[in-house]
């Protein structure tokens, strides 16, 4: 003959069962009605018993414990004894008090441990492994540098963003003297400042005067060098500095001084 074991998951122990009991019937934890709770906790023992389930033996020590309490509650307090008690504590003590704060105290433990299994289940939805060494990939697919096609509208950006560090695109009180500064001779400076250099200058290292008129004759004198071919420009990587250098071939056939 095979016997089966069954395992009730619903109720782990007795206080379990108590607060399953409690939150079922909306009963208040603090003012347990001991009757009412004894008379349902001991039905589900006579359930268990009917369906022969091994019932543990806390089980029966709680339904002995409740049935204690019911019995200290129905029994009527002498006079006599109920002054002698409030005189020397200072209240009547409560049979239910010691089963309260097992219960909040389990309630306690129970709710972290429904908080746990939460964590747990969220970070069993994350898959780890260990950092894998991409030095050598790194390398292999790092781009070597390369000088890139800048077209006008990189020079407009390169222009734009001049404009904003310099904060002159917000209008400002003030009075100037008015000095004119023709493309030529503007063209005529730059030339001659690439040409005492050795490499390239940055674009914006070209604009060492902070007045307006002076940085868009600048900028127009940069693009009419471009368009002669006197001037070449290169950028390194996208969205990066752009560099000017002077052509050979035009600085020595114009003769800028």
Do not use: W
Request: hydrophobic share 40%; proline share 4%; net charge negative.
């Amino acid at each position: 003959m095979i016997h089966y074991n069954v395992k009730i998951d619903a109720f782990e122990g007795p206080l379990d069962l108590l607060l399953h009991l409690i939150n079922r019937l909306e009963i208040d934890i603090y003012d347990i009605p001991v009757a009412q709770i004894t008379e349902q906790y001991l039905i589900y023992i006579k359930t268990m018993t009917e369906l022969k389930l091994d019932i543990a033996s806390e089980f029966l020590v709680m339904a002995a414990s409740l049935l204690a309490i019911k019995s200290k509650m129905l029994l009527p307090k002498h006079e006599e004894e109920l002054d002698e008690l409030n005189s020397e504590m200072g209240y009547e003590e409560d049979p239910r008090d010691e089963l309260v704060e097992r219960l909040i105290e389990y309630r306690k433990y129970k709710d972290a441990a429904h908080d746990l299994k939460l964590l747990e289940e969220d970070r069993g939805l994350m898959f780890t492994k260990p950092p894998s060494d991409l030095s050598d990939l790194a390398k292999e697919s790092q781009p070597e540098k390369t000088e890139l096609n800048v077209t006008l509208y990189d020079m407009l950006a390169a222009f734009q963003k001049l404009l904003r560090r310099k904060k002159l695109q917000r209008p400002m009180s003030t009075k100037i003297a008015r000095q004119e500064i023709s493309i030529e001779v503007r063209m005529s400076e730059i030339m001659s400042d690439l040409k005492n250099i050795t490499g390239s200058k940055n674009f914006n290292d070209l604009f060492s005067i902070p007045a307006k008129e002076h940085i868009v004759v600048t900028f127009l004198a940069v693009l009419e060098l471009i368009k002669r071919k006197e001037i070449d420009v290169e950028q390194h990587e996208n969205f990066g500095d752009i560099f000017v250098h002077a052509v050979k071939k035009g600085a020595q056939e114009l003769g800028y001084n």
